[in-house]
């Protein structure tokens, strides 16, 4: 992995979502699939920088793989919301000038993060949402996916479960957070995040998650770091956890301190489950979570890759330039 | 205006907007109409607080008047999107549990700030958009207004103009960015903040903007301060605006060097015009804006009142305990 030649090092972090997930609800082959897509989504924005590639387009590809994968929140395999429907929201941003694109509640595109890409690439907008985010993107020669596309029967099922137990407690398994993200460093030294989410299972009233939230869900600057969360949305927002934990870099905090302060103090203190992946301008890279999980990969400057979903899987690279941290 | 009796002193900012005006172009009946519905928004929000009120009350209470007035960009005299229609946003946030709500491109709620605090205090979502925005409305016995309502000739007259020099440079007065806003602090020593605005005239593809963004235009913490933002909304999500000077403040730094350091530094460095009003849990308030003027108004701690527009009026109040700093 380390065929790196000129230029800064390179380093990617992905993470596939965050929550509550007992071990013993997690069938052998499902584990092996999840773990197999992660090292695929990782391996693939990885190859992107090697080859002298932008980290935003890195993110992208990241992305963009785990959204064609059935096993994650986003793009096909996306949560259905009340209606029985897909609203889908991605965001990404780029260190270099703080540019940024994001889409909200879309339903008619294969891989949003593409649309949040163009939206920065191509508008004076960073945000655009609904039926107006899908009319641009049809300006932009998108193609209109059909929305039977994004249909899983595993998506489907766990509706009908949420459904039926309505007045109840959500079951356990849908406090698993699997919005998907990825955050960059390319050879020039600019950094970049990105995050793409179908949302909540059984969502209502055109609910915004942080997701497509510039700050909340993304943030990137060369500045700081570089950050994508993965979460109780509204806690998340509250918090601007993103930017939060970026603030606090710029401002003279190492990059762990300020993630591990961010999700395992302020939004643990406030219940707020959930994780981050980030990484700074030297490619130290922290994944903190305070949840039983986060699926989550790595590729750090010294080539060593990581894919991990439980607490106790130690990730390498503690040790080296381009730290790991928990 | 300072009967005030018991727990902590008051105070109240509102802003109406920042931007690019001329004198010349201002008759002095506007001038004055405006002044005057400044005055009646910022002491009916400084009536519910020295009434014992909260400042989210108080902060609902000065943009509702805002909002029924059709001199401001927001409810009623909002301005007209591409389509010849009314997209408005709205966003609340209170200081002492970080509680927040905000609603997104709604168009038949006369008072979009009433659901953003119907969002924060009877939803488990900070977000809401859209037509699912206007259902949760409807659950909460909100009466949908005619969008016939929201129509003024000004800004429909605005609409076409712009429409008629599309290729061509905005007409100046289109630069003037009129969101409202409030941030006030009661009795309880509490904080609030809210924003309201009909977004930017002939605007496409469901753009949103910093308005309904917690963190971007919106943010509230006993802690540190509240603040409400107007200008080029873009920018403001990008630095993260209000949150951006909320956290300088909670590290340590004085809200008024904050509160200039984001708007007359970090903005002003990136093309990004507009202003914020802020206060802090002492009621220090300040307002600085990089734009030719802003519509404000505030009653400091003292009581001592200020409505101002321009740039060269001196706000009263600088030598006092609740300073009001440019």
């Known amino acids: 992995m380390s065929d790196q030649v000129g230029g800064s090092p390179v380093a990617i972090v992905i993470h596939g979502g965050a929550g509550t997930i007992a071990r013993a609800r997690m069938t052998d082959e499902m584990e092996a699939n999840i773990r197999q897509v992660l090292k695929e989504s990782v391996h693939a924005g990885h190859r992107v920088l090697t080859k002298g590639g932008s980290s935003t387009d890195a993110v992208a590809k990241a992305i963009r793989v785990m959204e064609d ?53 191509d508008s004076e907008h960073v945000m655009l949402m609904g039926a107006g985010a899908e009319e641009f ?13 994004f249909h899983t029967d595993f998506r489907w099922q766990q509706l009908q479960r949420i459904k039926a137990r309505e007045t109840a407690k959500q079951d356990q398994d849908d406090q698993w957070f699997s919005t998907v993200g990825a955050v960059a460093l390319d050879r020039n030294g600019n950094l970049a995040a990105g ?8 969502k209502r009233w055109g609910r915004v998650g942080d997701s497509p939230i510039i700050g909340a869900g993304t943030y990137a600057d060369n500045n700081s770091c570089a950050v994508s969360a993965t979460g109780h949305g509204e806690f998340f927002i509250r918090y601007v956890v993103a ?14 301190k300020a993630a591990d302060l961010v999700v395992n103090q302020i939004l643990l203190d406030a219940n707020g489950e959930g994780g981050v992946i980030a990484m700074d301008p030297k490619g130290n890279i922290s994944m903190p979570f305070n949840s039983e999980g986060m699926y989550r990969a790595s590729v750090n400057t010294a080539g060593e890759q990581s894919v991990s979903i439980y607490r106790d899987e130690a990730d390498p690279g503690t040790t080296l330039t381009g730290n790991v941290d928990h």
Do not use: W
Request: glycine share 10%; proline share 3%.
């Open 243 to 256: 930017y939060n934990i970026c603030q606090r870099v710029e401002l003279g905090m190492s990059l762990a």
């Open 137 to 149: 993107a049809r300006r932009q020669k998108f193609t209109m996916t059909d929305p039977g596309y």
């Open 195 to 202: 995050t793409s989410t179908g949302g909540t299972s059984n």
């Open 69 to 121: 994968s059935p096993l994650f929140n986003a793009g096909k395999g996306s949560v259905f919301n009340a209606d029985g429907k897909h609203e889908m929201d991605a965001s990404i941003m780029e260190g270099q000038d703080l540019n940024a694109g994001s889409v909200a509640a879309v339903s008619r595109i294969k891989n949003p993060i593409d649309l949040a890409l163009k939206v920065m690439t």
